[in-house]
T-cell receptor, first 114, second 114 residues
C-alpha cells in the first residue's frame, strides 16, 4: 500500500541532544513537508521541499534542519537550539502538478524532552 | 498574508442533528480551500476541497462544505451527525498565485453525543 511512514512513533530528547525524525513515502510525490502541532495552535510549517536537493524554510524553521537527498525521504533534525521541542510532528507529501492538490499525512511522531 | 480562522475551539452536537464547523480565511487571489480530520494520535486525513465551480462541495463520510466568497468563509457541514464523527477538524488554505504553502487553522474539536 502506498503511504507515508514516520518513525519513531515516540521519541525522547535529552538536554543538548540532536534528534532526527524519519519520514519516508512511496507515493512518488515530489513535494514533502514538516509540520509541528501544538495543542490549540493548529499546524505550523517548519520546512518544505518541492524537489530533491531543494528545500525552503517555513514559518518556524529556527532550531530545525532537513535534507532531501532522495525523493522518498525527508528527515527532520531537531537541534539543541530548539528550546521548546515538545510537540507532535507531522510529515506530509503532495504531487507537484498543481498547488490545488491535497496533502497526504503520516501518523506522526510525538517528541518529548526528558 | 494568508490566514485561516476557526472561531470555535469546540462544537458539541447530539447524534442525528446537523453539524456546522466554521472557517473563515484571508488570502491574496483566489483560494484553494481544504478540510482535514484528525483522529487521536494520528495524522490528518483529507475530507474535501474547493478549487472552483459549485459553491457546495461534497466530500468523504457524508461531509460537505459551502464556499462563500463575499464572507470569505468555508464552513463544514453534515446533515446528520454520528458519534464516530467526533474528532479534530482543520480548515486549510492555499493561494492560487503560486507556491505550495498550506496554512492551517487552529482546529475545532467536534463532540457528538449519543
Amino acid at each position: 500500500d502506498g503511504g507515508i511512514t514516520q518513525s519513531p512513533k515516540y521519541l525522547f530528547r535529552k538536554e543538548g541532544q540532536n534528534v532526527t525524525l524519519s519520514c519516508e513515502q512511496n507515493l512518488n510525490h515530489d513535494a514533502m513537508y514538516w509540520y509541528r502541532q501544538d495543542p490549540g495552535q493548529g499546524l505550523r510549517l517548519i520546512y518544505y521541499s518541492q524537489i530533491v536537493n531543494d528545500f525552503q524554510k517555513g514559518d518556524i524553521a529556527e532550531g530545525y534542519s532537513v535534507s532531501r537527498e532522495k525523493k522518498e525521504s525527508f528527515p527532520l533534525t531537531v537541534t539543541s537550539a530548539q528550546k521548546n521541542p515538545t510537540a507532535f510532528y507531522l510529515c506530509a507529501s503532495s504531487t507537484r502538478r498543481a498547488n490545488n492538490e491535497k496533502l497526504f499525512f503520516g501518523s506522526g511522531t510525538q517528541l518529548s524532552v526528558l | 498574508a494568508q490566514s485561516v480562522a476557526q472561531p470555535e475551539d469546540q462544537v458539541n452536537v447530539a447524534e442525528g442533528n446537523p453539524l456546522t464547523v466554521k472557517c473563515t480565511y484571508s488570502v491574496s487571489g483566489n483560494p484553494y480551500l481544504f478540510w482535514y480530520v484528525q483522529y487521536p494520535n494520528r495524522g490528518l486525513q483529507f475530507l474535501l476541497k474547493y478549487i472552483t465551480g459549485d459553491n457546495l462541495v461534497k466530500g468523504s463520510y457524508g461531509f460537505e462544505a459551502e464556499f462563500n466568497k463575499s464572507q470569505t468563509s468555508f464552513h463544514l457541514k453534515k446533515p446528520s451527525a454520528l458519534v464516530s464523527d467526533s474528532a479534530l477538524y482543520f480548515c486549510a488554505v492555499r493561494a492560487n498565485t503560486g507556491g505550495f504553502k498550506t496554512i492551517f487553522g487552529a482546529g475545532t474539536r467536534l463532540f457528538v453525543k449519543a
